[in-house]
């Protein structure tokens, strides 16, 4: 979200850190390379989801699996692997969709990036690590409206010993008092760490818990569950020994042998195909068709002649063959909460009118498909430092390739300092008092009290999308996310062509409840910058803006004219119970209305988790494979 000057790192240092990730010896980079155009499972997206299944599924030798990422491999980009330089990744790179929001009128009709991973991993390789579960009462939620009680948090912590590898930090600090033992896994597939470096500002933030307890209480684990996430504590990262831990490095990892598992990569999924019909009268949808992203090249070379000069032209056009493979039992989409929606109504699965429109032949009329889309915020509140601790901030880090390379040279030597942490060690949950008076037109969308409405994480230096570090100074950023909106946005077809770009629409802002609860959160994180822990750090807020950010309306001004997205899209293919008449896919995750059908990934949250929501993918998809193995 922020630019790091990564053109002036050396060579040598760049090259040296090329081997340090592992290639993948079942990865294929073409369609020609495969032996065969029918498996048992075809998977689209090898994101967070889609490789925890490629994993499990195969686990059984007899199973064959085939999933199609568009994007590339990430062997060849060693930022991945480094924490720090998670903020690099995206938007506007080649690990990115490069997708952009449509106008936001409840943020001064901006337009701006909307990132989302294109490349082993997805999500995984490219976020910021932030390492949660949810709370109890966001799958408890999911179980009641689902109608199926196992998605309620009884049956689904038991996916956690599975999933987790709780590993300590690379600095060796006494953990104690960070992290509750019981709430994890230590001997499951993904690291997940506490902070292996410290920064200057940990003990004032674990300061302010103590002088503004009522406010901002401290909370021993972070995690979620039936563990309240409410307070401030240390943040859970997915990493081990100062690396990244994505779905690609570990569970891929673990599959990477396996004869019966095929990852092609650059393939981009157009459509998947109505193979037949069952005799219940569900449309069956077993076959995939895609194309390769990289083309290939034919040149055409014509002559133009006007009056006065003769041109001789050269045009080169790319051909993308279009491929299809069959899937003998499933075809699974987990290609994420844009990619999925934009499939099925390419696909003719959606809104039959609006299908029509675009000259798609509609299958199968479900509205749901698209709507529903729900995403948390992204607010920097950026304040000076004073000038005697502007050392103690990482801005002189960020602006100074040497010292930026530095940093890298340690980290590649012994896996340690600077680097080996994200964008903070400390953040927190916090909810709007009950008292306050927007309730009194607003029910509370939280899941129920043990749930927040907004996230506060505080980073020891400048950190703004978009925004240039300036040249001097040294700066504290305390963002706020709102956790629990109310809007709701789409996801639409641009156009019947599978290479446009669909208009992202994730409304930001839209409602009373949700301007209220940034409103609040900014009122809040005032209160906490003005404790005394901070008396001597802290010299004034930074940018007229948030200066003048002194009433309700001027907060709320501040608000819409700065805030983005943590992109965490949920939503475009809601899970619903079978008998209702609105959602896309069943509690088995079938898509309504098809055989053969199922949808894996963060689409089908009916509602956005209280947290960051890599983890409760993690989750989401160890239970798909336990429902899909059951029904072999």
Not at 284 to 308: A, C, D, E, I, P
């Amino acid at each position: 979200m922020i630019s790091l000057n990564l053109k002036h790192l050396s060579a040598l240092t760049l090259v040296t850190l090329l081997l340090i990730i592992p290639s993948r010896a079942i990865i294929i980079t073409q369609p020609t390379q495969l032996t065969s155009n029918t498996f048992d499972y075809v998977i689209v997206g090898a994101g967070t989801a889609g490789l925890v299944l490629a994993s499990r599924l195969t686990e059984d030798a007899n199973i064959t699996v085939l999933v199609l990422e568009a994007g590339g491999n990430n062997a060849d980009n060693s930022d991945i692997a480094i924490p720090f330089l998670a903020q690099t990744l995206t938007p506007n790179t080649n690990l990115d969709w490069n997708y952009t929001v449509t106008p936001q009128a409840g943020l001064n009709n901006r337009i701006f990036a909307y990132p989302q991973g294109r490349v082993l991993g997805g999500g995984s390789s490219v976020n910021y690590l932030i390492h949660q579960y949810g709370t109890d009462e966001d799958w408890d939620r999911f179980g009641t409206l689902s109608g199926d009680p196992q998605w309620g948090w009884g049956h689904m912590q038991k996916f956690i010993p599975r999933h987790e590898k709780f590993v300590p930090p690379v600095d060796g600090h006494n953990t104690t008092g960070q992290f509750i033992p019981s709430l994890h896994g230590f001997n499951g597939v993904v690291s997940v760490s506490l902070p292996g470096n410290n920064q200057s500002v940990d003990s004032r933030v674990l300061a302010v818990t103590s002088q503004l307890e009522s406010q901002f209480p401290f909370n021993e684990d972070m995690s979620g569950g039936n563990h309240s996430l409410l307070g401030i504590g240390f943040m859970q990262s997915s990493a081990g020994g100062g690396t990244r831990s994505s779905s690609s490095t570990t569970y891929l990892a673990r599959a990477n042998k396996r004869p019966n598992l095929t990852v092609l990569i650059n393939a981009v999924v157009t459509k998947v195909i109505q193979t037949g019909s069952t005799s219940s009268g569900l449309k069956s949808f077993r076959s995939v068709q895609f194309t390769g992203s990289s083309g290939t090249t034919v040149s055409l070379t014509g002559k133009y002649t006007s009056s006065n000069a003769s041109i001789q032209i050269l045009i080169e056009v790319k051909v993308n063959p279009s491929v299809i493979v069959t899937a003998l039992r499933e075809v699974i989409l987990s290609a994420g909460a844009f990619n999925t929606p934009q499939i099925l109504q390419l696909s003719g699965i959606g809104d039959s009118a609006d299908l029509q429109a675009l000259k798609i032949n509609p299958i199968i009329d479900n509205p749901s498909v698209g709507v529903n889309l729900s995403d948390q915020t992204f607010l920097p509140n950026i304040f000076t430092v004073v000038p005697a601790h502007e050392n103690r901030t990482f801005d002189h880090v960020v602006r100074d390739p040497n010292q930026l390379n530095a940093r890298i040279a340690q980290w590649q030597a012994n896996k340690t300092g600077t680097l080996v942490n994200n964008i903070a060690n400390n953040f927190g949950f916090l909810r709007v008092p009950s008292n306050d008076s927007v309730f009194k037109t607003n029910s509370d969308p939280a899941p129920g009290p043990k749930s927040p409405h907004w996230e506060m994480l505080v980073s020891n230096y400048f950190l703004s999308p978009g925004v240039p570090v300036p040249p001097t100074g040294g700066f504290l950023t305390i963002v706020t996310v709102l956790i629990s909106p109310t809007s709701r946005g789409s996801v639409k077809l641009r156009s019947n062509n599978p290479f446009d770009k669909p208009l992202i629409d994730p409304s930001f802002l839209q409602t009373d409840f949700d301007i209220a609860v940034m409103r609040d959160s900014v009122k809040s994180i005032l209160s906490f910058a003005a404790a005394p822990a901070f008396s001597d750090y802290i010299s004034d807020r930074f940018g007229s803006a948030f200066q003048q950010a002194v009433t309700d309306a001027k907060i709320d001004d501040y608000v819409r004219s700065l805030t983005t997205t943590i992109f965490h899209p949920c939503g475009t293919a809601a899970m619903s119970s079978v008998s209702a008449n609105f959602g896309v896919v069943n509690p088995d995750l079938t898509v309504k209305g098809t055989d053969g059908l199922r949808i894996v990934d963060a689409s089908v949250f009916p509602y956005i988790p209280s947290a960051h929501t890599h983890g409760p993918v993690y989750l989401l998809a160890e239970r798909a494979s336990e429902i899909i193995q059951a029904a072999q």
